[in-house]
């Protein structure tokens, strides 16, 4: 591995290592703590997009393995404006051992990628959100076992962190569907490539504009914001078109009994999901969220060692 970009990138021989490599360094953490084999490392934080996981997790990931992190604002880099793309990659390959970037153009990352010297990892792009569904699928193994055979069904907007999570899915052999308004599903050539790589893995990609039919017999439900950030001229129209797709208890129980509840965060609760179902029994969303850190440590170590 020279980058983390995109799911779509590795194999499911690959993915599945990241995951076993985060458990792994999930369970020496919580008896002794990470041995520092990112010792005299330094992680570059280029954000573009504000966050509270990401930076949290990947700051902690670095100071847990020996290493260091250093956050870089929007005013400082001005990604391809104050300075060129490759320039920056040029540079910050001198100084670092490993680039994270959190922008709104996708293809802002892959020039990274393509003039870094080191590794770069996608922290999010408009395409889609790879450190997330690593996460995400950590999560779902952790409940069930194992991602095959396992109905995965997100509710919403078919944005980055559902290309993501569709891919994991499609590659570890996880049925996917998505339940979305229409005209709101994930763009053609992502799902191309979802159904390219359930037919290697045995599994399904389905797409429905009814929600309850999408949950049903799912054992995984997940939402995420009807409004990301840099849409907030749709936000008005989207409000009046999403709120049958709301994550609340009378859809959860159209899913399968032990379902359990997603959700990349930040959650807007009252609009895609109920505080008594981000609350309740079926929710995962904090385990997930600190999830992220071992998520994180995990692609961090594939890079680094």
């Not at 996880?174 to 005209?183: L, S």
């Not at 385990?287 to 594939?302: D, F, G």
Request: charged content about 25%; overall charge negative.
């Amino acid at each position: 591995m020279k980058d983390y970009l995109a799911v779509a990138d590795f194999s499911a021989e690959e993915l599945q290592s990241i995951l076993d490599t985060a458990i792994e360094l999930k369970t020496e953490w919580k008896k002794n703590g990470n041995p520092p084999i990112l010792k005299d490392k330094v992680l570059a934080m280029i954000f573009q997009k504000p966050s509270l996981r990401t930076r949290v997790s990947f700051d902690m990931a670095m100071r847990h393995l020996g290493g260091d992190a250093l956050y870089l604002s929007p005013a400082e880099i001005g990604l391809g404006k104050r300075e060129s793309i490759a320039d920056i990659a040029r540079v910050l390959s001198g100084y670092v051992d490993v680039l994270m970037a959190r922008v709104f153009d996708h293809q802002h990352i892959l020039e990274l990628g393509k003039w870094s010297e080191i590794p770069v990892i996608n922290g999010l792009s408009d395409y889609n959100h790879p450190c997330q569904a690593a996460a995400d699928a950590l999560t779902i193994q952790e409940n069930f076992g194992s991602l095959k055979g396992i109905k995965v069904t997100y509710i919403g907007d078919g944005n980055n962190v559902a290309v993501s999570l569709m891919h994991f899915c499609a590659k570890l052999g996880a049925d996917f569907t998505i339940g979305h308004p229409e005209g709101y599903g994930i763009n053609p050539e992502a799902v191309a490539l979802g159904e390219k790589f359930a037919a290697e893995s045995g599994s399904s990609i389905s797409q429905l504009n009814d929600p309850r039919e999408a949950v049903s017999g799912s054992q995984v439900i997940y939402t995420d914001t009807w409004v990301s950030m840099g849409q907030d001229e749709e936000a008005a129209g989207r409000k009046e078109v999403f709120p049958p797709f709301q994550v609340n208890q009378s859809l959860l129980e159209g899913a399968e009994k032990d379902a359990i509840v997603l959700h990349c965060l930040p959650a807007h609760r009252g609009e895609e999901i109920t505080d008594e179902v981000a609350d309740g029994p079926n929710s995962r969303l904090f385990p997930q969220a600190h999830n992220r850190l071992h998520a994180q440590k995990a692609i961090l170590v594939k890079l680094l060692t």
